[in-house]
């Protein structure tokens, strides 16, 4: 048998009801591999192993009596940290934070609890999740567990690098640009951004989404199962469906799919990159999915507004605190949110609109296939002390060209893997669908979990 911390949630679940396994010495093993990769990979916040075993403790008396509290009884599970849990503080990855313990679980976190989840930790980002990166000046700086002198990505940063590192089976993050998706590119992992509204999430605002980050899309399938349930507080979420996340087997053959391989604008795409999912895109067709190119559909002034606006947002913000908190965020953030000061009304409207421009043009392309296929980032990942792929506050959003219009559109997206680079660095295939159809991404995201060759071994701690 794998280790206990490798099992998938499935498995887990399966060997609770045998009473093959204890969710006790489950969460024991997981903390302990924790503990080995801690030192290099700086992924957890607010790590408590005596609140996660009593945990363990109440969902193994529950499942000695036959009576487990809901669908994830003692499956071991971390939570970004943008995602409050009661009584922890939430710092939005920024010293600047006043550090203020959460009053409520938010609705994603509150749904794990429910669903009788052991929440093990919180997981890293960067300042505000306005990086795609482990860059951050309130936690140390998060690294990739298959190169550790490599970045995770982000903003779900540690959230990536738990789940590939194997902090457990479930891992649960956030994503308005590319936040799940870049991360689980660069990990190696599976993650699903639903549509806006599926998963309620507080604050709500547009392209803010919460999103599953497993190693496997059973997994992350299961996890939708409870983090679709309603919430009042998300004032954008949708009605709930009872969708049946468990019918994962879908045959390709008929699909039409279309294949975007130019974003319009950022960075190329890598070769190593561009091979592998046109591969991909062959697998399908020799599947009996009808695959058609796709051309690009944004432009430099739709990006390049978007940018503007998330500067002046953020500036907003960043202006209104004291010098000395100032003083305290990372000063690339400070630096890129400056570009959105002293903005006229005009152009702060202008640029808010290229949020519709975006969405229009991304439904509008979208529309003649089933199914889209693309690099989820144009590169494999980079540096861990940087920023982001450019580290260039001037040119920040390169490489968020292929993740960013399925935020606007609204339409759910997945990553997974489909191969390596020759130095062994994952590469992601994104998945979008029509708007709603969440369940279709994770459909064909499990045709081509089953299509793909081997995987490599995950990543092992150093010495382990």
């Known amino acids: 048998m794998p280790h206990l911390h490798a099992l998938s949630a499935t498995e887990l ?44 403790e109440a969902s193994q008396a529950r499942w000695l009596k036959g009576q487990p509290q809901g669908p994830l009884d003692g499956v071991p599970v971390t939570v970004k940290e943008n995602i409050a849990t009661k009584g922890v503080p939430v710092p939005l990855g920024s010293a600047a934070t006043e550090l203020l313990p959460a009053a409520h679980d938010a609705p ?165 990159v561009r091979d592998a999912v046109a591969t991909a895109a062959r697998a399908f067709e020799a599947a009996g999915a009808i695959v058609e190119p796709v051309a690009p559909f944004i432009t430099r002034a739709m990006a390049d507004g978007m940018d503007r606006f998330w500067r002046c947002r953020s500036w907003i913000d960043i202006s209104a605190m004291s010098a000395e908190r100032r003083g305290l965020v990372l000063p690339y953030i400070v630096e890129w949110a400056r570009g959105g000061a002293g903005l006229s009304g005009e152009q702060v409207f202008n640029a808010y609109s290229q949020m519709a421009a975006i969405r229009d043009a991304t439904v509008a392309a979208c529309r003649p296939f089933d199914f889209v296929l693309s690099p989820t980032a144009p590169v494999v990942t980079f540096p861990a002390e940087w920023a982001g792929p450019t580290n260039d506050p001037a040119r920040p959003l390169e490489h968020i060209g292929f993740t960013l219009p399925f935020n606007m559109s609204e339409q759910p997206a997945s990553s997974i893997n489909c191969g390596y680079t020759k130095a062994g660095l994952p590469i992601g295939l994104q998945i979008a669908g029509a708007r709603f159809d969440d369940l279709g991404v994770l459909q064909v995201s499990r045709a081509w979990e089953q299509m793909r060759p081997a995987q490599r071994a995950w990543p092992v701690p150093p010495g382990g």
């Not at 902090?167 to 993650?191: E, K």
């Not at 998963?199 to 980050?213: K, L, N, T």
């Open 13 to 56: 679940l399966a060997a609770y009801r045998s009473k093959a396994l204890s969710p006790v010495e489950v969460a024991r093993d997981v903390l302990k591999h924790i503990a080995a990769w801690e030192p290099h990979l700086h992924a957890t916040y607010a790590l408590d192993a005596e609140a996660a075993m009593a945990q363990a």
């Open 108 to 272: 994603p976190s509150a749904r794990l609890r429910e669903a009788g989840a052991v929440i093990v930790c919180k997981t890293t980002m960067p300042d505000y999740g306005m990086l795609s990166s482990g860059l951050s000046s309130f936690h140390a700086l998060a690294r990739n567990p298959w190169d550790l002198s490599k970045n995770p990505g982000g903003s779900s940063a540690g959230a990536g690098a738990a789940a590939a590192a194997g902090y457990g089976p479930l891992h649960l993050g956030t994503d308005i640009g590319g936040s799940v998706r870049l991360p689980a590119s660069w990990c190696g992992i599976f993650t699903l951004k639903p549509s806006l509204g599926r998963v309620p999430i507080h604050p709500p605002y547009a392209g803010r989404v919460a999103g599953p980050m497993t190693r496997t899309v059973t997994d992350a399938a299961l996890m939708m199962a409870t983090l679709s349930q309603p919430d009042a507080r998300d004032t954008m979420s949708l009605p709930w469906q009872d969708i049946a996340w468990s019918q994962l087997d879908r045959p390709v053959r008929g699909l039409k799919i279309g294949l975007w391989m130019d974003a319009g604008w950022g960075l190329p795409v890598d070769p190593e």
